[in-house]
């Protein structure tokens, strides 16, 4: 069979259960992908040693018929989990040549699981930015183009390089994290799908820290079927994460049935925003339409204070970000600046951490030291805080009214240019964030799945939000409006 990057998960599973291919040949298939769309900059270290190896190993447990969920699958792993002797930098020029002695758990429960590494992906340094642009790697770039234009256009970010890949058939899926938005929103940009768990649904041990309290990983996939095969991978409780939930994780592909009759969808007046593009706003009249033929019953429902979520956000984000990115100083491991003589250790550490993090992320160490600093802690992050908590009540209020789930747009557009909004001010970019920051606020998790095109042929996606530890429910939403959307569109090859 030629083109088996092309598959997802769940085709490429069954084909391998039949015999009908092997492992070794996907992954062959990836790698010959990846090397001819270096122009899209998706993978940034590729390890087809490793890649191989792990195929001929689930080739033959195949063969013995001890096959788990992912054996023989071929992804890509987001450069933010920590891989054992494989570069793991988090895109940071400050962990420069970085090989950690140890496996993230999210990434060593799927090579448990029989999945095959095919490399790390771009993205946004340390998980901070929306368009991907923010690397040490430089900008990933999407494999869509509007329709007669040639612009290079973002993938999102911050888990671009996953997103782009998946896009672009170079891997059969890949893992992404999301602190405010950064799997659902480059899933929209790309016309793929993807999931952030409920906050404590999977380890963050091993994942480089942007926010602790808000961060979570997720899969990012051709279709709700592969997260759900993914998730269940990805899942799980860690003794090593405190915050990781002991919580059964149950089968989420067989909970897909597409039956949502009787189901309350809410819609929240708060997201239909002044100015919405019409693209979107059609998006979402569409979508709840698509649900409604399916038996779902329609609520219009508030949720209060979400125009606060935006600036709460990017508070508490760059707060958790100034202390988790003290760790960073050129002492222990990761890049050390030349020194001058006379230079002591407090020159080392000014000098290591100007060259060693980027612009926007000396922007939100600053912003967060600030807003922790003597004298602005009770005006900037306890009344944050305070917001976030208002946030989530809304949330549980609406799920203790009879909603089931929430559906919204996932981004106010479609994907812009590269370079578009960089050297705006940065505010406009944080403004992407708009519909996905309340989730990550609110310990919730989310879904964005593609279901339709803008005017210039672009993906556009809708997001639907679940109750906490109810994925299966929502993936099983998401099924139906993934049934009804019949979103079949891909890029066009160009790279």
């Known amino acids: 069979m030629s083109d088996l990057n092309k598959l997802g998960l769940a085709e490429a599973r ?27 900059n998706a993978f940034v270290t590729k390890t087809p040693e490793i890649a191989l190896d ?30 054992k002797g494989v570069t793991s930098q988090a895109a940071s020029g400050i962990l420069e040549g970085f090989k950690p002695e140890y496996e993230s758990t999210v990434t060593q429960q799927l090579q448990d699981a029989g999945a095959v590494m095919l490399g790390k992906l771009n993205m946004d340094e340390f998980a901070m930015g929306s368009s991907n642009e923010n690397s040490t790697y430089g900008a990933a770039i999407s494999p869509w183009k509007r329709a007669g234009d040639d612009t290079n256009l973002t993938p999102g970010g911050s888990s671009g390089g ?8 170079l891997c059969l899926a890949a893992t992404g994290t999301d602190t405010g938005g950064s799997i659902r929103q480059p899933a929209a940009f790309t016309g793929t799908v993807g999931i952030k768990p409920t906050y404590g649904r999977c380890s963050r041990w091993g994942v480089v820290s942007y926010a602790s309290s808000l961060d ?50 809410g819609i929240p007046k708060e997201y239909r925003l002044d100015g919405m593009p019409e693209d979107i706003a059609k998006l979402w009249d569409d979508g709840t339409a698509m649900l409604k033929a399916a038996g779902a019953e329609i609520v219009d429902i508030s949720l209060p204070h979400t125009k606060y979520a935006l600036p709460a956000y990017y508070v508490i984000a760059p707060a958790e970000a100034s202390s988790n990115l003290a760790r960073y100083d050129g002492v222990r491991y990761g890049q050390r600046a030349t020194l001058s003589a006379g230079d002591g250790i407090t020159e080392m550490y000014e000098k290591t951490r100007a060259a060693g993090f980027g612009a926007e992320v000396q922007r939100r160490i600053m912003v967060g030291t600030y807003v922790l600093s003597a004298g602005f802690y009770d005006a900037y992050y306890n009344r944050a805080r305070r917001v976030r908590s208002l946030i989530k009540k809304d949330f549980e209020d609406a799920f203790a009214a009879g909603i089931d789930a929430i559906l919204a747009p996932t981004t106010p557009s479609a994907a812009f240019g590269l370079g578009e909004m960089k050297d705006a001010d940065p505010v406009k970019m944080y403004l992407n964030d708009v519909f996905t920051v309340t989730l990550n606020l609110a310990g919730l998790p989310g879904v964005a799945v593609p279901t339709g095109v803008d005017a210039q042929g672009l993906p556009l996606g809708l997001q639907l939000i679940g109750k906490p530890w109810e994925e299966g429910d929502l993936l099983n939403t998401a099924y139906a409006l993934e049934q009804a959307a019949g979103f079949v569109a891909k890029p066009q090859k160009w790279w």
Not at 17 to 39: F, H, M, N, P
Not at 57 to 81: N, S, T, Y
């Open 216 to 265: 979570q990983a997720g899969p990012m996939t051709k279709s709700v079927r592969d997260a759900a095969i993914m998730l269940e991978a990805m899942c799980g409780h860690d003794a090593k994460d405190s915050t990781s939930a002991d919580l059964a994780v149950p089968n989420f592909e067989a909970m897909l049935t597409g039956d949502i009759k009787g189901k309350k969808i």
């Open 162 to 169: 996953s997103a782009a890949a998946v896009a672009a058939d």
């Open 54 to 83: 792990r195929a001929k190993a689930a080739d033959a447990r195949i063969a013995a018929g001890d096959a788990p969920a992912m054996c023989g699958l071929p992804i890509g792993v987001k450069d933010v989990f920590c891989t």
């Open 14 to 40: 069954d084909l391998l259960r039949k015999g009908e291919t092997t492992s070794v040949e996907l992954t062959e298939s990836c790698l010959k992908a990846i090397d001819a769309a270096g122009a899209l």
